[in-house]
């Protein structure tokens, strides 16, 4: 039997490509996306759709998590704080969400457990990220131990993040690679129409589209400097 994958894809280029590898590694893919009220939730979840379509998935979930917007405390969920277009700034950026990757897999842990499935894939990137500390690898790795302490004894979950040491550049280009639909893909933390070319995410995207010699297939309103 077909070795079992949940994958977890937000509609952005790390996720995509994250997944696109599980599939590459022989696995079925679980794709599995989250609406949690953040400012581009309409367009990340287009992209999902496309991107599990590109993927195949066996099986796909669409999950609401509207209580982050209760919560607030973050740029994407609450809009009276504004997102950041100045620049990569020191520490924690407003535009962190309190514990969503934690939230975030262990959902993602429970589908597992019910199609007992073998790996979780997260496409978390810790070098060349915005600094959040839930992308961070011994992070991750404390969850899986967790994970795998919470559930039935027969269930033994691998948490997989084959991005997590790359660059922006490194995944631009083995996403090229491994023909990862990028046009289908969304990293603008404000718009969704346009991508605005100047919050963090789309700063770093950019960033890794120049440095791997390459022009991203997405529309932006505008692009500023590429930290």
């Known amino acids: 039997m077909r070795r079992k994958a949940v994958c977890i894809i937000s509609g952005g280029m790390d996720s995509a490509l994250s997944a696109a590898i599980a599939k590459a590694e022989g696995y079925s893919i679980i794709a599995v996306h989250f609406n949690y009220g953040q400012r581009t939730?309409?367009?990340?979840l287009a992209c999902f759709r496309k991107i599990a379509d590109s993927l195949k998935a066996a099986e796909r979930y669409e999950?609401?998590?509207?209580?982050?917007?209760?919560?607030?405390?973050?740029?994407?969920?609450?809009?009276?704080?504004?997102?950041?277009?100045?620049?990569?700034?020191?520490?924690?950026?407003?535009t962190y969400v309190p514990f969503r990757n934690g939230i975030f897999l262990s959902i993602a842990a429970s589908i597992a457990?019910?199609?007992?499935?073998?790996?979780?894939?997260?496409?978390?990137?810790?070098?060349?990220?915005s600094?959040?500390?839930?992308?961070?690898?011994h992070y991750i790795e404390a969850m899986e131990r967790a994970i795998n302490l919470g559930t039935k004894d027969e269930t033994t979950l691998?948490?997989?993040?084959?991005?997590?040491?790359m660059k922006k550049s490194q995944i631009v280009a083995k996403a090229l690679e491994m023909e990862?639909?990028?046009?289908?893909?969304?990293?603008?933390y404000k718009a969704e129409e346009k991508a605005c070319g100047?919050?963090?995410?789309?700063?770093?995207?950019?960033?890794?589209?120049a440095q791997a010699g390459t022009i991203d297939p997405i529309t932006y309103e505008m692009t500023g400097k590429q930290d």
Request: charged fraction near 30%; aromatic fraction near 6%.
């Open 63 to 94: 999950i609401d998590l509207p209580f982050f917007e209760q919560i607030g405390a973050s740029a994407l969920t609450d809009r009276s704080i504004e997102v950041p277009t100045g620049g990569l700034e020191e520490g924690v950026p407003v």
């Open 158 to 165: 691998i948490i997989k993040m084959p991005l997590v040491h």
């Open 41 to 44: 939730e309409s367009k990340e």
């Open 113 to 129: 457990e019910k199609h007992e499935a073998d790996a979780l894939y997260i496409g978390v990137v810790e070098e060349d990220s």
């Open 198 to 209: 100047v919050c963090d995410s789309c700063r770093l995207r950019l960033k890794g589209f």
């Open 131 to 137: 600094g959040y500390p839930d992308c961070r690898e």
């Open 180 to 188: 990862v639909p990028l046009a289908d893909t969304w990293s603008c």
